[in-house]
Structures are given as C-alpha cells and as structure tokens.
C-alpha cells in the first residue's frame, strides 16, 4: 500500500496560484494512473484531474482546463498540481490518489481510487 502525503494549500486571492504537491512512500507512481480531487464543504469529492504516469496522457475536469496543470516531480513518486487563475469556488479541500488495481485506467470516479491523501486546504479570498 502505497503512503500519499498532500501539500501545499493555503490561502490566495482571486487570480492567484498555488502549487500543490503529493508525495508517496512505500511505492512510486510507475504504471498508475494518479488523480487529484477536491471537495469543498458540504458539498461531494469532485475530479480535478488525472495522469496515466508512464504515457504522461492527461484529462482534467472542464472546471480547471486552462488553469491547473499536473506534471511529474524529478522523481517517481513525487507529482505536482499547479493552480493558476484561482477563483472563489476553488476553494476545498485537495486530495491526491491512485486508481484501485483492475479499474479503468481513465476513471474519474473517486470510487475506484485509493490510498487518499490527507488532504490540503486551498483558500480562495475574493
């Protein structure tokens, strides 16, 4: 089982950016496909966007296309969210975490990922 520590929120203004990171251990991000998450309160876990780690494909949710960017760290098990164009209703709580074995590869249900991370707070101060 591989361990996700999530990093990097904290509170912005309307336009700002944030680079979020997430860090494994016991395992590194070869062969799977990553996703990040977020889920404001009161409200459900929400796709924000995925990657096949070897073939590098993408797919992000139309809310953030343009704005955020995943990309790989130096590393294997080291991956980035960088946020740009923040705005109010990006705010939540973000999550990264990998596709449960056996799941389609390009799923964006957060029901066939596991091993969540913590999560980090993204604030957006309008």
């Known amino acids: 089982q591989v361990l996700l520590e999530d990093s990097g929120g904290g509170t912005v203004q309307t336009g700002g950016s944030l680079r979020l990171s997430c860090t494994a251990s016991?395992?590194?991000?070869?062969?799977?496909?990553m996703g990040w998450f977020r889920q404001a309160s009161g409200k459900e876990r929400e796709f924000v966007v995925r990657?096949?780690?070897?073939?590098?494909?993408?797919q992000y949710s139309d809310a953030v296309k343009g704005r955020f960017t995943i990309s790989k760290g130096d590393t294997n098990n080291v991956m980035y969210l960088q946020m740009t164009s923040l705005r109010p209703e990006d705010a939540a709580v973000y999550s990264c975490?990998?596709?449960?074995?056996?799941?389609?590869?390009?799923?964006?249900?957060?029901?066939?990922?596991?091993?969540w991370g913590q999560g980090t707070e993204v604030s957006v101060s309008s």
């Open positions: 975490a990998v596709v449960r074995a056996g799941r389609f590869p390009g799923t964006t249900n957060p029901d066939d990922y596991l091993d």
């Open positions: 990657i096949a780690w070897d073939s590098e494909i993408t």
């Open positions: 016991g395992g590194t991000f070869s062969h799977r496909t």
